[in-house]
T-cell receptor, first 112, second 111 residues
Framework: GNSVTQMEGPVTLSEEAFLTINCTYTATGYPSLFWYVQYPGEGLQLLLKATKADDKGSNKGFEATYRKETTSFHLEKGSVQVSDSAVYFCALDKAAGNKLTFGGGTRVLVKP | EPEVTQTPSHQVTQMGQEVILRCVPISNHLYFYWYRQILGQKVEFLVSFYNNEISEKSEIFDDQFSVERPDGSNFTLKIRSTKLEDSAMYFC?????????FGPGTRLTVT
């Protein structure tokens, strides 16, 4: 079946540091890949997406590139802010209408 | 900007009671979902719904669970006889062209 593996947290960084959260997946075919963010006490918000190999999703300074050869979709941000403190979830779906399969989530804490 | 809404935001119920969680998906979306997140754990798929019927369900979604779209706007999740282990955050989602949009969630506490 499909699965998503994320690096375990928590990840603690200082403001303006570089952030990378690793995500790898197992799926047949060509899934779409997503990063969702969950701020404290809130629901899931779509951060970015990529629907085919070599696509780069980007939003709010975050980027992730769909790498089919390494089955990865690592999330990066060049300079984090305290407001980026949240839990980040990598997810995939196999086809339109299909369920999302989530990774375990990575908690990020940015200190001033 | 359209958004998915859920009510109530927090529901406390006693073990064995029935609960209904309500969601209003984004109006032109056709696929609807329920997920749950037990505190500190990953988000788990429960059920997907399309064209007025269940299109997929997980092993968690047993006979105690049911979903309904009673009218053109609401999408509900019913748990017939709640158990302690049903305590979780329940998220509704609806799907646009590529991505699913999530509601803010209902925190269900079973005592």
């Amino acid at each position: 079946g499909n699965s998503v593996t994320q690096m375990e947290g928590p990840v603690t960084l200082s403001e303006e540091a570089f952030l990378t959260i690793n995500c790898t997946y197992t799926a047949t075919g060509y899934p779409s890949l997503f990063w969702y963010v969950q701020y404290p006490g809130e629901g899931l918000q779509l951060l970015l997406k990529a629907t085919k190999a070599d696509d780069k999703g980007s939003n709010k300074g975050f980027e992730a590139t769909y790498r089919k050869e390494t089955t990865s979709f690592h999330l990066e941000k060049g300079s984090v802010q305290v407001s980026d403190s949240a839990v980040y979830f990598c997810a995939l779906d196999k086809a339109a209408g299909n369920k999302l399969t989530f990774g375990g989530g990575t908690r990020v804490l940015v200190k001033p | 900007e359209p958004e998915v809404t859920q009510t109530p935001s927090h529901q406390v119920t006693q073990m064995g009671q029935e609960v209904i969680l309500r969601c209003v998906p984004i109006s032109n979306h056709l696929y609807f979902y329920w997920y749950r997140q037990i505190l500190g754990q990953k988000v788990e798929f429960l059920v997907s719904f399309y064209n007025n019927e269940i299109s997929e369900k997980s092993e968690i979604f047993d006979d105690q669970f049911s979903v309904e779209r009673p009218d053109g706007s609401n999408f509900t999740l019913k748990i017939r006889s709640t158990k302690l282990e049903d305590s979780a955050m329940y998220f509704c989602a609806s799907r646009g062209e590529y991505e699913q949009y999530f509601g803010p969630g209902t925190r269900l506490t079973v005592t």
